[in-house]
């Protein structure tokens, strides 16, 4: 067991883990953080990505020991504090980006990511950025409206 | 005017997947000393198991306990269907790379996985059976061929001017729901069981459940917040982990919890079944159909599960949307040494169609016509000609199609997607350009609605009205993503006239709406939305009479409209109204049911009316294809579709996309693949591609068919979840018509997956005359 | 996950010295590595892991060279070169997906030499230098098949330096699944000569195609390439992705695509 100590959606956590824990084990298991989610064991389909020092990461391809220091930020700190949904999350549910769900979190995380970077992405931008992110249900359609929706809101 | 139906409000989960707080089955926090389980998995497709050394697993760190077949308190048959050919744990025989030999539980899900494969496994291996090919030469038939007839198929065909015949393969397909399999079962003090599973059918699971420990069905409840995706992949793949969960609760007496991670997912579930279809025709030099004869081979996997009505659906889908005068459609469901497959969105359905609108392109290019115009000479009857007093045409089957809209509804879609002109611009395109060519298809859908067990067609639900006016239903549907809890939160709402924030929908749980069907077969709303709307009118019609007899007034003077009750002219909130009616020791609580009318069916006779209706669509799809490599791009797709009346827009609009996607993919990229000894090569998202966010069409236009059921369903709206999947037949007919002019010939038997690597050799193939039959 | 020892060194003789201890692994951007932990099939006793050891990341340009820290990613590579070497830019913008570019790392892909992987081409086809914690290899030495290199167990790339091309492209045929190269094709004109490069096709794991680089180097057009018979068909990888066949085709359509891109 190592000891690691990193700041997960602005609070400060230290924990005992095996070196082989992966980071979305700790984020679900021992935080109880289960909006980040298992969709695949190989890294395609980013249901599980959350941000690492402010960079996309698939956290079930990541080792919690590496995120020893960071910050993390995962879907549960992308509301404000007293629940406010940000602009992005409000998009996806105001646009029908989403169906059954499950890959709505790694979805908003990478639409966060994209747009940190590019804030007015085209429509072709969009699909390109969100190649590691995989929907079964709604064929994407709504997704990527949902997304370009945030940039303009944002403004 | 409605208050809350026909309108497009968003998924009432969205805030919760937004955040991360929606809760799906792996999600739910567990007690303290929670087990987790895991399957040993036979690695061999077929033989006798002569040694399972299980020893080395209950050593393992974590192991708490090993149970093998001989372990469990009575024998457990999964099988959906009955059949005696699915035990939880294999038993003496193994009949496919994957199948559950035994199950450990350990305190954590990586012990458990890791002991798993600890097993001494010593199997008396024999040949699989894995192809269509072995399987039709070892004769390994789940039942005897089932064969319909209407007319002389036979006849006709021999005397028509003109005859075609030929094969296509259409390949299975992996649901790929986001959220693998999971369960969880809890013991209850008393010796019964609590169970949440990620499952489309809590009834049946409920029932293995108590099969399995020797209960009463009462003492086994089964609940289900949502599903991170099903698409048929949960209607009943979901029944071993809740048994298993449930058998490790009950031997441990602590709770007990199961995940597939992907890969064990992808190598122990079935998918959607792979077909071969053989096809003669005859037909005038006008394209008209005068006789065809199909002959289906459906590749089942090693049990019965669901095979036998998703291969009678593929029958029933046979004639699509076109009338068949003469016809014989022959089904074989034959047994592999593979994956048990399963319920897919479209059951069979899509397997179907593929076959007949093969037929239509086969002809279309012996006779040298647009494929729209041998579509638009074969298609039923409409609607109003039949209801004018001719004749209504007959399926296969002998359903009158009395509900056909599907010529209108193409003439528009060609008129707005401007078919005829880009295909004659695809055509002087295609002539000027040296490598990259281009092909445009339309394909109807025809897509009957009703399980084809007529019984399963009921549904029921519980409508409490509380004293404060709010509302809380209960119904036997499952939410996989669908929206179906927000349309009937909408009837709901509708009921009693207030807005749909008023109503809030629960967990399905088998303690409280008993007896339900799978949510499957696109009837949930359908089905459900009726249960609600009769609970939700019992209600009202006692709040009706004890309003009227309180006020002194006829019951036609009470109204529930725009949130208020209105009296005469005295108006009440629907809280002041339930909070009287309460005080005056009225119930307001109901239950409510349903049962589809109209409908029976025999099977073996083909013969009946299986379908309540026909839902109904149509796609444009263009495509370009670089026949150097074989890549595809989608350029651009034309959707038009039937819901009825829509009770949500937004909803209905989003399950046309996602379907429309998947089938592309199904047909376009989804490959699966195995090895000479029967090992799914294909067992994670790293080697079976479904599509992503690129791989959408570049323009995508969606309308809905402005129109209402004729038959008095829910709001007059019809069922959407399976029937869009199929209009992306157009993609598969329009790459085909782009080889064809890649290669300079008329026609080219492509078969699905049409990958670039199958593209590619198509265009080979065809240019040097090696085109199939 | 079998289980192992977690270090993290803060130089590279740190480093080094942790690697001759045991059974021990480096770990990188972990893109790879962690799948193949995940999977068992590798078990290491220890993973080495770089990412804290300074000045393993970076990117300089200048004398006709860019030389590549072994531990920047693929997202830095693809955002800084994409004036100076758009072709190492573009390649690098295409691996995986944004998470993975975000912590996957050049020095890491390399030294894994997955035949399917992107950068083995661009070192291969640029005849790049391997700079390790010892010596400098020549691409054409380093690679030595499937995810077999001239790194000795205990060496550790630290660069990677590329001459600067007078011209370059990458022609890449995805495996879709995956997004690795089916086949992937990196050619270059450096001063008086054309090098090929292919990844994603060989049984052997990259390789350069001789011929068309003599038929490039006659007449650099993809003409030149159309008139070569793709290379042997037996040498390709022949799997559930595609035939060997279909890979030696690949090889060419791929290759004139590239020549085309450069201009």
């Known amino acids: 067991m190592v000891e690691i100590s990193m700041t997960v959606n602005g609070k400060p956590v230290t924990a005992q883990v095996e070196p082989r824990t992966l980071l979305v084990t700790f984020l679900r298991e021992h935080l109880g953080l289960t909006g980040t989610h298992v969709g695949c064991d190989t890294s395609q389909c980013g249901a599980c990505n959350v941000h690492v020092n402010g960079m996309l990461a698939k956290s079930c391809t990541m080792l919690a020991v590496e995120a020893d220091g960071a910050e ?79 940039a303009e809101a944002m403004g | 005017m409605t208050v809350a139906v026909h309108k497009p409000h968003p998924h009432d989960s969205a805030p919760l997947h937004v955040s991360g707080k929606a809760r799906y089955t792996d999600d739910i926090p567990a007690p303290a000393g929670t087990l987790h389980l895991a399957f040993g998995l ?57 199948q559950p030999l035994f199950l450990v539980v350990a305190t954590s899900h990586l012990a458990a996985r890791r002991a798993a494969r600890l097993a001494g496994i010593d199997i008396a291996g024999e ?27 036979e006849a006709a065909i021999a005397a028509a001017p003109h005859r075609v015949r030929g094969r296509i393969e259409v390949g299975g397909q992996e649901h790929f729901y986001l959220e693998g399999h999971a369960a969880l079962a809890l013991p209850l003090e008393d010796g019964g069981m609590e169970i949440h599973a990620s499952t489309q059918h809590p009834t049946e699971i409920q029932h293995k459940v108590a099969e399995a420990l020797g209960l009463p069905m009462s003492w086994v409840r089964v609940s289900v917040r949502r599903m991170g995706g099903g698409f048929g992949g949960k209607e009943s793949q ?192 295609n002539a000027g350009s040296p490598v990259i060519k281009r092909g445009i298809a339309l394909t109807p859908v025809k897509f009957g609605i009703s399980f084809t067990l007529t019984h399963l067609n009921q549904a029921g639900a519980l409508v409490h009205l509380y ?124 239950t409510g049911f349903y049962a589809t009318p109209k409908i029976h069916w025999d099977r073996t006779r083909g013969q009946g009316r299986p379908f309540f209706y026909f839902a109904y669509g149509a796609a444009v799809s263009e495509v370009a294809i670089d026949p150097l490599t074989g890549e595809t791009r989608i350029l651009r797709v034309d959707v038009l579709h039937d819901v009825g009346r829509s009770l949500n827009p937004a909803i209905d609009i989003g399950q046309i996309e996602g379907g429309f996607v998947q089938g592309a993919g199904w047909l376009t990229m989804e490959e699966l693949a195995w090895d000479e000894r029967g090992r799914l090569l294909t067992h994670a998202p790293s080697t079976y591609k479904i599509p992503v966010a690129s791989d959408r069409p570049r323009i995508f236009n969606v309308a809905l068919w402005d129109g209402e059921n004729r038959e008095p369903t829910i709001y007059r709206s019809k069922a959407v979840g399976e029937p869009p999947f199929m209009l992306a037949i157009s993609v598969h007919q329009a790459i085909a018509e782009a080889v064809a002019a890649a290669a300079g010939v008329p026609f080219v038997a492509l078969d699905a997956p049409a990958t670039p690597e199958r593209i590619a050799l198509a265009v080979r193939n065809a240019r040097a005359g090696e085109n199939a039959p | ?119 083995p081409a661009a070192v291969l086809g640029l005849g790049a230098t391997v700079v390790t914690d010892r010596r400098e290899i020549a691409a054409d030495d380093f690679f030595q098949g499937l995810f077999t290199t001239a790194l000795e167990e205990d060496e550790i790339i630290t660069a990677v330096r590329f001459p600067m091309p007078k011209t370059a492209a990458y022609a890449k045929f995805d495996q879709p699944a995956s997004r690795f190269a089916l086949v992937g094709v990196f050619v270059a004109r450096l001063d008086g000569n054309v090098r090929v490069a292919v990844t994603g096709a060989s049984e052997n794991g990259v390789f350069r195609w001789q011929a068309a680089e003599a038929a490039l180097g006659a007449d650099f057009a993809p003409a030149a390439v159309e008139a070569l018979a793709p290379p042997p068909a037996e040498e390709m990888i022949s799997d559930l992705h595609g035939a060997g066949d279909y890979r030696a085709h690949l090889v060419k359509v791929m290759t004139k695509r590239a020549v085309a891109a450069c201009g």
Request: charged share 25%.
């Open chain 2, 127 to 153: 040949k699989p059976v894995l192809t269509i090919d072995d399987a039709i030469a070892a004769g390994t038939d789940l039942e005897p061929p089932l064969e319909w007839r209407k007319g002389d198929a």
């Open chain 1, 72 to 150: 993390i930020v995962t879907i549960e700190g992308m509301a404000a504090p007293d629940g406010t949904l940000g602009v992005i999350q409000q998009a996806f549910q105001d646009h029908h980006g989403l169906q059954c769900g499950f890959c709505t979190p790694g979805m908003v995380m990478s639409a966060a990511a994209l747009l940190r970077e590019n804030p007015d992405p085209s429509e072709e931008e969009i699909r390109a950025f969100l190649e590691g992110n995989l929907c079964r249900c709604t064929g994407y359609h709504n997704i990527v409206k949902a997304v370009r929706a945030a």
């Open chain 2, 238 to 429: 979901g029944s071993a982990l809740a048994v298993a969960c449930a058998i490790a609760a009950w031997k441990t007496g602590r709770p007990c919890r199961m995940r597939y991670d992907r890969d064990d997912d992808m190598i122990i579930t079935g998918k959607r079944h792979e077909i071969r279809i053989d096809y003669e025709a005859g037909f005038d030099a006008d394209g008209r159909l005068l006789g065809v004869r199909f002959a289906h081979f459906l590749r089942c996997g090693w049990s019965t599960d669901l095979s036998l009505p998703v291969a009678d659906r593929a029958m029933l889908h046979a004639d699509n949307a076109y009338h068949l005068p003469h016809v014989t459609i022959r089904s074989r469901r034959l047994r592999t040494n593979t994956q048990s497959n399963t319920a897919f969105r479209g059951f069979g359905g899509p397997q179907g169609m593929m076959g007949i609108e093969r037929v239509i392109q086969h002809v279309a290019a012996t006779l040298g016509k647009d494929p729209l115009e041998v579509r638009r000479v074969n298609l039923y009857r409409p609607m109003a000609a039949v209801a004018a007093g001719e004749a209504a045409q007959t399926t296969p089957y002998g359903q009158p199609v009395e509900d056909s809209i599907i010529d209108a509804l193409v003439d528009r879609l060609a008129r707005e997607a401007r078919y005829a002109e880009r295909r004659a611009a695809i055509a002087r395109w």
């Open chain 2, 467 to 590: 004293q404060d006016g709010s509302i809380r239903i209960n119904h036997g549907g499952t939410e996989m993503g669908q929206g179906l809890n927000m349309k009937v939160a909408q009837v709901a709402a509708e009921a009693f006239s207030v807005p749909v924030e008023a109503v809030r929908i629960t967990t399905t749980d088998t303690a409280r709406v008993p007896n339900t069907s799978a949510t499957a077969a696109s009837s949930g709303s359908d089905l459900n939305g009726m249960a609600v709307k009769a609970a939700c009118e019992t209600i009202r019609a006692r709040l009706t009479r004890f309003l009227a007899e309180r006020h002194q007034c006829p019951e036609e003077v009470v109204r529930f409209s725009e949130g208020r009750v209105h009296v005469g002219t005295n108006v009440l909130t629907l809280a002041e109204a339930a909070r009287a009616a309460h005080e005056a020791r009225i119930s307001l609580s109901s």
């Open chain 2, 42 to 98: 036979s690695p061999a497709a077929r033989g006798r198991i002569r040694r399972l050394d299980l020893a080395p697993v209950r050593a393992a760190e974590g192991v708490v306990a090993v149970l093998g077949a001989d372990d469990l308190p009575r024998p457990v048959d999964l099988s959906p269907a009955h059949a005696g050919d699915e035990p939880l744990l294999a038993t003496g025989t193994v009949h496919y790379l994957g």
């Open chain 3, 1 to 119: 996950m079998y289980a192992f020892e977690f270090v993290k060194p803060k130089t590279v003789e740190e480093a080094v010295a942790a690697l001759r201890e045991g059974e021990a692994k480096v770990l990188a951007g972990g893109q790879t590595l962690i799948p193949t932990l995940k999977q068992r099939l590798a078990a290491p006793e220890k993973l080495v892991s770089l990412a804290g050891v300074e000045g393993l990341r970076g990117i300089r340009t200048g004398d006709g060279v860019v030389e590549i820290g072994a531990g920047t990613t693929h997202a830095v590579i693809a955002r800084e070169l994409a004036g100076a070497v758009p072709a190492l830019a573009a390649l690098a913008g295409d691996i995986g997906d944004p998470a993975v570019r975000n912590r996957g790392t050049i020095g890491g892909s390399l030294a894994n030499n997955d035949p399917s992987a992107d950068w």
